[in-house]
């Protein structure tokens, strides 16, 4: 049986390359793209890589090598050492390496670098005598002892960098030195021997002087750091799971602190924050790599590199510049570099993706596919075809062209305040309100007001000072709150769960880390992010927002605009899946539509209850004692609601429309306080005892599962007559005006677990549709289906089917009722859940695709057995998740359906998924 291999080689010759780029999973992705470049006969230090394999057995056995790695290492050692000509240690002519943590994805800060390893009292005497320069010697002796106590030791004794910083501040003004660069090699041979006390102090043992211990050390301290709380936490904040562990890269060390002739830099093939296609860096001379980022020195601007003295930087210049050219080309996305020049000559250190915004990501994908500059016009290579430029974009990148966002350089002075779930995109300013109704009445007497509406949570009766306000910020709630829900249909911003916000109605106030903040303060909130600011950021707005839904024609010019349209329409070209959306009124569904929307996925009609007078009729309703009475009632409520079908159908003109039946429980209708509750019974005409008694018998222990949806109308059959009457009354209407609109309205029934309850309510809309129809003389063509929300509605697809000519999977309350968890009181354990690897990610946020998921799946499956060609949707909050779309597709759903500002995102998503295959 052939041996496992732990250690690859790299470097020096194509043929003694080991591996390439696609074995990112086994040898990092550090490790993955030096084999990489090594094989391209590029400038690389040759190394060695000890696989993530070998991380992930380190971690199984509390601390154990692999079998035959510890052998291999050090065969593959003597490999480098005798293709150096340098052995690790040598008093004479030492090899120096350096030893880097790559994970597969790239996860920056997991672990810092340590240069210079193979070091000790006798090996630099022997360095300084090879390279002939005692100041290098000393200094790169001195930053060995730093990053290795800091780096490999810190962790179990406390020692930081910033121990030795000071003893560094301290001989610097000692010998007045301004720069590190100021010390000469006898000042730095007296720092080195200063660190080596400082080590001593706290490890409680002298610095190591075998450099097996120093390597072994290494590798362990690189290992360890996968399972950090540092290394964790970005994991699960960028979602990252399936990983083995972390490579080790030890890597032949290069000198860029050999004077004036060497350096290092970092740099990017394209600029990672505006996306213009010229290269950008930074670099610094008399240096080693992790002086560029520490801040230590100011670095140069790439840029000035061909006008330095000495002639080799000119050289140096161009030979990056055509490296990084042929990287990106051979990559086919913008890198990410770190070079060193040595003595004039250029070796690249590494090579990644590189890191960018939104908009850069946007803009390098439509011009390296276009091969034209968006902002310029002037021509580029292409490198890119389109379905590669589709797959180049994530929907975060698309979003983040959708919502205004705060001035760049003003956000990064602000403080934060606290920070909580980010739970509708973009930036919003405004004065602080306690109550939606104040809120209103301030838009009311000045439109041009700025308000944030702070909130313990929102409810449906809030929807008008939401609307009003800039933004909304809760202490309760999740993603997929009502405040969450609400806002992302609007392209609100919304920031949810601030857990630390003390909010007290009666004093208007919010205390906030200590501090007490009152009504009419002002705040600012980044809904992308969830961080809160106090007083105004100022912000920059979106000219696609600007151009789609206020058809602005300046804005259609803008290039950030043309970008989004770009990536819109080739989105369009090859997706396979229809994109809907969740709209409530004809605003909803215009700005949807400009989106891109192929119709309504899910129109919910209580929303449209909430409006003027409504609310007054269905609490009339409510308290009606018999069915005179609630027909009575719903007779107002019908005129209204078809009058808003209307203008739905006027939007979606020639689309489906999906409309949703009453499917929340009638509480949700009743004000719950004693004051609000008297107001009713006064404008009602009752006695304030039968309001109270009323919304006593409305209480229900799990309103989640209680009397809502379908259940209601079997309760009171009224209700579906009214709203059938509603709906078909509004489609024939505007189906024979002057200029016809062509209508094809789904009727949808909630909530229903047995066939008996759809059999029940699609009776009902029939009769009533049809009386309507052949009334008016009309051609409307209409369909009945349900909402698949309970898993045994899913179960028993197959008889469902029987009578629903569609399905629209629910998958809100499909993975509420399928994990058991409320949406509403998931924040309280979610942390936890997500700390302790129980969850991979929020389930209301991405759809669980092996649990809920696969109910969908069955569900579609066994529809289709009994009507074949039987329309499937999703309209959850998940519509809009780029993996849940995915996934959409995956298992044959017709469409998809998501709030309006969602369109955009679904539709890339879609794409992409066509793509994929």
Known sequence: MAQKKYVYFYGVSKELTEGDQTMKAVLGGKGANLAEMANANLPVPPGLTITTEACAYYSKTGGKYAPEMETQLKAQLKKLEKEMGKKLGDAKDPLLVSVRSGAAVSMPGMMDTVLNLGLNDKAVLGFIEQCGNERTGWDCYRRFIDMFGDVVMGPYTGLTHHDFEVELEALKKKYKAKEDTDLTAEQLKELTEIYKKVYQNKVKKPFPQDPWEQLDLSIRAVFGSWGSERAEKYRQINKISGLMGTAVNICTMVFGNMGARSGTGVAFTRDGGTGHSKAMGEYLIDAQGEDVVAGIRTPKHLDDMPKEKDPVWKKAYADLQKIMARLEKHYKYPQDVEFTVQEGKLYMLQTRNAKRTGLAGVRWAVEMASGVDFFTGEKQPKILNQKEALMSVSGEDLEQLLFPVFDIAAEKKAKIITSALPAGPGAAVGKIMFEAEDAEAAIEKDADEKIILVRHETSPEDVGGMWAAQGVLTSTGGMTSHAAVVARGWGKCCICGAGDLKIDYKKKTVTIDGKVYKQGDWLSLNGSTGAVYEGQLPTQVSPVVSAVVDGNAAAKKDPIYKMYEQISKWSDTHRKMNVRTNADSPADSAAARAFGAEGIGLCRTEHMF??????????????????????????????????????????????????????????????????????????????????????????????????????????????????????????????????????????????????????????????????????????????????????????????????????????????????????????????????????????????????????????VERGRETRPDLKCGICGEHGGDPESVKFCAKVGLNYVSCSPFRVPIARLAAAQAAIKG
């Open 610 to 859: 909430f409006e003027g007078d409504r609310i007054w009729a269905i609490r009339e309703f409510i308290l009606a004692d018999d069915e005179k009475s609630r027909k009575g009632a719903l007779a107002k409520l019908l005129k209204h609601q078809q009058k808003d079908f209307e203008g739905i159908f006027k939007a979606m003109d020639g689309l489906p429309v999906t409309v949703r039946l009453l499917d929340p429980p009638l509480h949700e209708f009743v004000p719950h306080t004693k004051k609000d509750q008297q107001e009713m019974a006064k404008r009602l005409g009752v006695p304030a005892k039968k309001v109270t008694q009323r919304v006593q018998e409305l209480h229900e222990f799990n309103p989640m599962l209680g009397h809502r949806g379908c259940r209601l109308s079997i309760t009171y059959p009224e209700l579906c007559v009214m709203q059938t009457k509603a709906i078909i009354g509004a489609a024939c209407k505007v189906a024979k005006l002057k200029k016809p609109v062509k209508v094809l309205p789904e009727i949808m029934i909630p909530l229903i677990g047995t066939k008996a309850e759809l059999d029940f309510l699609e009776k009902i809309v029939r009769e009533n549709a049809e009386e309507i129809i052949a009334k008016t003389g009309s051609k409307v063509k209409y369909m009945v289906g349900t909402m698949i929300e309970i898993p045994r509605a899913a179960l028993t697809a197959d008889e469902v089917a029987e009578t629903a000519e569609f399905f629209s999977f629910g998958t809100n309350d499909l993975t509420q009722m399928t994990f058991g968890y409320s949406r509403d009181d998931i924040g309280s354990f979610l942390p936890d859940y997500l700390n302790e690897k129980i969850l991979p990610a929020d389930p209301f946020q991405t759809l669980d695709q092996t649990g809920v998921g696969q109910l969908v799946k069955l569900g």
